[in-house]
């Protein structure tokens, strides 16, 4: 899902002389030697590209639409994610542990310049930058608000100051489209695609979902649960539940998502990597217990006769 820009959205007013580019077709901050880059985001794109260019460009802007809270990869020795304890310790306890460890561990964003968070640590996806705080600190990132306009080899911030830029990247995520599915059957409006567990779509039972979440943590070791999942039920080993029962658990974690989140595109496929696993390995164990009382068996119908499959071949 990380495939279709999502650019700024209304355009900023004016024309700007210099580069213009988003944060998908970056590849390499070389060409920017001696250059005034302005970064557009506070996501992890945002902070890989404004600390990569920090090293060649001459001066580096990191213009923030709204704050957000910025963490390192390791903490005390650890990785992030693995922080915060199990899942069965309640989120808010979870919370507040990593908030106070965070707290001692870096101190607040006001203290870089930049822009306070306007939610809590948890309520959006996660920034994670070993390098940016440092960067920052020391001058070479240097933190401002939203674009306000672009005017010609310069950019005005919505602080009303200007500053001279020869690049712009805009690092405003991406949206969700299926250029190879007919709208009609399957599209993500506003990112949002109601999916069963996030694998399996409640009224088509031969299309699955692999990877397409924005987890807190790895995404890899879900993405095996989920293929084995698949594998169980193309071979009759699980069986869902009924399509009724399917959307009312979507509509369920949807409406937790959003109590949870900060409401935006960005945050519409969140999943928390220890509940998430939990999630799929529990309901593999359900489905089998379903299949074993209806009988086991591949559940999908051949879709083609004989002559077309041999044509296909």
Known sequence: HHWDPRWPEPAFSGSFDGVEMHSHHYNDPDDWQGKRVVVLGMGNSAMDIAVESSYVAEEVFLAAR??????????????????????????AVRRRIIEAMLRVHQGRMENYG???????????HPTVSADLLS???HGEVQPKPNIAALEGDRVRFADGSVEPADVVVYCTGYKVTFPFFDENLISASDNDLPLY????HPGIDNVFFVGLMQPLGA??????RQGTWIADYLTGRYAPPSGSAMRADIE??????????????RHTMQVDYDDFMLVLERERRRGGERARERGARPPIEPRAGADEVATAA
């Open 66 to 91: 709204r704050g957000a809270h910025v963490v390192p990869k390791y903490i005390f020795g650890r990785p992030i994610d693995q922080i915060g304890g199990s899942p069965l310790i309640p989120l």
């Open 197 to 200: 567990k996030r694998t399996l």
């Open 252 to 265: 369920r974690e949807r409406e937790r998502m959003f109590k949870r989140y900060v409401r935006s595109k």
């Open 219 to 224: 995404i890899m070791p879900i993405a095996e």
């Open 135 to 137: 960067r920052v600190a």
């Open 114 to 124: 930049l822009p306070k968070p306007d939610h809590r640590f948890g309520e959006a």
